[in-house]
């Protein structure tokens, strides 16, 4: 919805993971030392095509790898 209007694919993942975590006061948002994260492996470049974002391989979690099929299978 943020391309769609005009921002940059940049803008548009700082604004759904940095912004929300500054607003939040939470230590994340951002992957550096000390910070909390959990992370999506996708497949494809976002800052090329955004849409890139919905095609997750991996996520890693409090520490741990898990596939799309293992998340999907608890639910």
Do not use: C, H, W
Request: hydrophobic share 50%; no cysteine; glycine share 10%.
């Amino acid at each position: 919805a943020y391309t769609m209007a005009g921002m940059s694919a940049f803008d548009a993942l700082k604004t759904a993971t940095v912004n929300p975590a500054r607003a939040l006061g939470v230590n994340g948002g951002t992957i550096e030392p000390g910070k909390l994260a959990d992370l999506i492996v996708i497949d494809g470049d976002p800052l090329e095509n955004i849409a890139n974002t919905i095609k997750v391989r991996q996520v890693i979690a409090n520490g741990r790898l898990f596939s799309v099929e293992e998340l999907t299978a608890a639910a």
